[in-house]
């Protein structure tokens, strides 16, 4: 196997990760789930939870999987510490039962449990210290959002393997070559690797199916994809292959956000950004009678190209930025309806240019049920970018933030975000905080 198809397939499998619930409440969950093994003890006295803006901002709204419809860092670190197993890493709400939820309400309503933003030198900072009848433990994750790099017990360090903000935004020499991706590249691994090397594609769709399923099946948040469903035929909306596509992707996040039992694979941390890039693949290639190995390509053509857009520019930055997932995923998912219609690497990156051009405003403002509203929004887009792209037509630098290359294009993408937006999460949670007062 070339080498390149060795890289490209590691860097893949180290961005898809199956990931039970919203990545932001996981992520409280998680962090205090192993303070909270560390302590010991048999009694939770107290936990105390300190997070960057985005990771503050991300958590308020969303439901947790297996909580009755909580949500909120302080429900999600209670739950987590109480019924949480911290091994399962981003399934870590996988152990929680219905009595540790009952115990975990309890603790975060007796004040015991406080959430508290901090100023920190990078965009994931999260810190949990929880203290129990037999000692203290703080465990801490930064970077990514399941990288606990430090743990300490009673003054004792127990793991520490932190890294500075600077090293952060380099690629490791045990990170995979991220410079190999590039919409030539991608196609061509996409379409010539061994099938073999799909493995986690594979699960990606089997996670992602389900997912959706679940979000058509039952009545999550807005219930974007159920009501888009129910409209076709009515005169409203037809049932073609662009409408399949942004239905069935909005419902995925319908169950996300609605606190669904089911996981979903995420990418580059995000399991809605992996949602938003799969599942409009998958009913596109049912719609067009595709086959198996068909829509596995296709798959990772969407993937690999959501997760080349969100690390081009920076490695680490991309995975936190305040830029909306559905604005990157949903290029993803355009390409690869582009692959499955016949496209070339060529017009893949005019599907890319068309809507990261178009989409590059809709700013995150954290996890909750209307992000499957945005993901609708910015799949249609990205099912008419196709059709521009399948006619030649494609944004280019006379486009505001639209460059000549694709590159171009994601470099000013991600200046918008890291120098014209630096301060909107800063501003986003204190919205939050002035609706908590009110409500």
């Not at 508290?116 to 810190?127: F, I, Q, S």
Request: aromatic fraction near 6%; include cysteine; charge should be negative.
């Amino acid at each position: 196997m070339e080498k390149n198809y060795e890289t490209i397939q590691k860097i893949m499998e180290r961005e898809l990760i199956p990931a039970l619930g919203c990545t932001e409440p996981m992520a409280f969950g998680l962090v205090s789930s192993a303070a909270r093994h560390y302590a010991g003890g048999e009694k939770i006295e107290s936990i105390h939870v300190e997070g960057s803006p985005s990771l503050i901002k991300g958590v308020a709204y969303v439901k947790i999987p297996h909580s009755h419809g909580l949500r909120g860092g302080k429900y999600a670190a209670s739950m987590g510490a109480v019924g949480g197993d911290y091994t399962l890493d981003m399934e870590v709400f996988a152990s929680v039962t219905d009595e540790h939820v009952k115990e975990a309400v309890a603790l975060a309503e007796s004040g015991a449990v406080t959430v508290e933003k901090v100023e920190a030198d990078r965009k994931m900072y999260l810190r949990s210290t929880v203290v129990t009848d037999a000692g203290t433990a703080t465990a801490l994750i930064q970077d990514s959002h399941n990288n606990i790099c430090y743990i300490e017990r009673d003054g004792e360090v127990i793991k520490d393997t932190r890294i500075t903000a600077e090293e952060a935004t380099k690629v490791l020499d045990e990170m995979p070559d991220y410079s190999v991706l590039s919409v030539g590249s991608i196609y061509e691994f996409c379409r010539n690797a061994p099938l073999s090397c799909f493995g986690r594609i594979r699960q990606a769709i089997e996670l992602t199916k389900a997912i959706s399923k679940d979000g058509m099946d039952h009545p999550y948040g807005l219930r974007v994809g159920q009501n888009l469903r129910d409209a076709a035929g009515r005169d409203i909306m037809g049932l073609d292959l662009a409408a399949k596509a942004v239905m069935w992707g909005a419902a995925g996040v319908d169950a996300r956000m609605g606190g669904s039992s089911f996981p979903a694979m995420s990418n580059s941390g995000s399991g809605n950004q992996g949602i938003t890039c799969t599942m409009p693949v998958v009913a596109a290639a049912e719609h067009l009678g595709k086959s198996e190995e068909e829509t596995i390509r296709a798959a990772a053509v969407s993937n690999l190209l959501t997760i080349f857009v969100k690390t081009h520019y920076d490695v680490n930055y991309g995975r936190m930025a305040p830029v909306c997932c559905a604005a990157v995923a949903a290029g993803g998912a355009g390409a690869g309806v582009g692959y499955l219609l016949g496209m070339e690497a060529e017009e893949l990156a005019m599907v890319l240019q068309n809507i990261l051009g178009a989409v590059s405003g809709l700013f995150c403002d954290g996890a909750k049920s209307n992000c499957a509203l945005k993901v609708s929004m910015a799949l249609q887009g990205a099912m008419q970018s196709v059709i521009l792209a399948s006619q030649g037509c494609a944004a280019n630098e006379f486009d505001g933030i639209v460059g000549r290359t694709v590159e171009d294009t994601i470099r000013n993408f991600f200046l918008i975000q890291k120098e014209g937006m630096p301060n909107i999460e800063d501003v986003l949670c204190r919205i939050e905080a002035e609706k908590e007062e009110v409500c």
